[in-house]
């Protein structure tokens, strides 16, 4: 069966250190993944897409890594922040009877600590 | 800009009454998504419509749950009768061009349900 999988247990960091994120997924081959932060009480907000030719991915202090041999995504934060505290979502496209649509991931809980 | 707009965005109600919840969309926007999130699922597509037509509804719980886009600029998800498992924060989203060129979703802030 198709299945994402992320981190489901809480990722405890000091601020400065990077944090890494895991994406798996089995029995999908997705043109791209993409990642989201949703903070509580709101919607998830987009933060990178990945193409699946591409290895790595990089905005300000946001890097993203797609290996479509392992069929895993890492999303990763350097210097964290307080701030950065969310839950990231990882989302990768499908079709289905010729339309693509995102399907996503339970998310990971991001805490850093000052 | 506005983005996407929900309402309610909290509801309360009792087991057996209809609800409604409506979306109105990103002004040229022309998908629209509806998904539902829960600790246990996570965030689950439920329907999607392309230029106002329902494209794919498999992720519907049942026949329960309903939805419509009369126009390009609003639409609705209907629960008749609701029960205390449809309790969740349903999330509609809206993108401008196709998910397959990698165009971002960008999401409501939610309407959270409770069904008692």
């Known amino acids: 069966s198709q299945k994402i999988e992320q981190n489901s247990e809480a990722l405890n960091i000091q601020e400065g250190k990077t944090a890494t994120l895991t994406c798996n997924y089995t029995?999908?081959?997705?043109?791209?993944l993409q990642w989201y932060r949703q903070d509580p009480g709101r919607g998830p907000v987009f933060l990178l897409l990945?193409?699946?030719?591409?290895k790595e991915k990089r905005k300000e202090r946001l890097k993203v890594t797609f290996d479509t041999t392992l069929k895993q995504s890492l999303f990763h934060i350097t210097a964290s922040q307080p701030a950065d505290s969310a839950t990231y979502l990882c989302?990768?496209?499908?079709?289905?009877?010729?339309?693509?649509?995102?399907?996503f991931g339970a998310g990971t809980r991001l805490a850093v600590h000052p | 800009d506005a983005g996407v707009i929900q309402s309610p965005r909290h509801e309360v109600t009792e087991m057996g009454q209809e609800v409604t919840l409506r979306c109105k969309p990103i002004?040229?926007?022309?998908?629209l998504f509806w998904y539902r999130q829960t600790m246990m699922r996570g965030l689950e597509l439920l329907i999607y419509f392309n230029n106002n037509v329902p494209i794919d509804d498999s992720g519907m719980p049942e026949d329960r749950f309903s939805a419509k886009m009369p126009n390009a600029s609003f639409s609705t998800l209907k629960i008749q009768p609701s029960e205390p498992r449809d309790s969740a924060v349903y999330f509609c989203?809206?993108?401008?061009?196709?998910?397959?060129?990698?165009?971002?979703?960008?999401f409501g802030e939610g309407s959270w349900l409770t069904v008692v």
């Open positions: 029995n999908y081959s997705p043109a791209y």
């Open positions: 989203a809206s993108t401008k061009g196709p998910l397959s060129s990698g165009n971002t979703i960008y």
């Open positions: 002004s040229g926007h022309n998908s």
């Open positions: 989302a990768l496209d499908t079709t289905s009877g010729g339309y693509n649509k995102l399907i």
């Open positions: 990945i193409r699946e030719n591409e």
